[in-house]
């Protein structure tokens, strides 16, 4: 099993920055990428961003494309999203996922294998 936490989120104003973190523990070398998905009330889970363990490899949603920057620390076994020029569309509530090796669509969430439990963001115009 792995587990992962998510941590920090908040209110912001329109314009601001915040910076996720997630921690990942447990069996994490059965891991292979890392990724970043939102729900806001009333809409359905969305991709955000998703990084390899080694670095090599990440993959942005378009509307936060140029904005947001995902970045990892295989040492640590943490991933971060680095959140600039936020909008009030971009509330919602942020969810840390892993996926294996195979069969993985970086931004298809239901290749990806564990969750965390979510962190809010609020963006307040």
């Known amino acids: 099993q792995v587990q992962l936490v998510e941590s920090g989120g908040g209110l912001v104003q329109a314009g601001g920055s915040l910076r996720l973190s997630c921690a990942a523990s447990?069996?994490?070398?059965?891991?292979?990428?890392v990724g970043w998905f939102r729900q806001a009330p009333g809409k359905e889970r969305e991709f955000v961003a998703t990084?390899?363990?080694?670095?090599?490899?990440?993959y942005y949603a378009f509307p936060v494309k140029g904005r947001f920057t995902i970045s990892s620390d295989n040492a640590k076994k943490a991933v971060y999203l680095q959140m600039n020029s936020l909008k009030p569309e971009d509330t919602a509530l942020y969810y840390c996922?892993?996926?294996?090796?195979?069969?993985?669509?970086?931004?298809?969430?239901?290749?990806?294998?564990?969750w965390g439990r979510g962190a809010q963001v609020t963006v307040s115009s």
């Open positions: 996922a892993a996926a294996g090796n195979t069969a993985w669509y970086p931004d298809n969430p239901h290749t990806y294998i564990y």
């Open positions: 447990g069996r994490t070398f059965t891991t292979y990428a």
């Open positions: 990084i390899t363990w080694s670095g090599d490899s990440t």
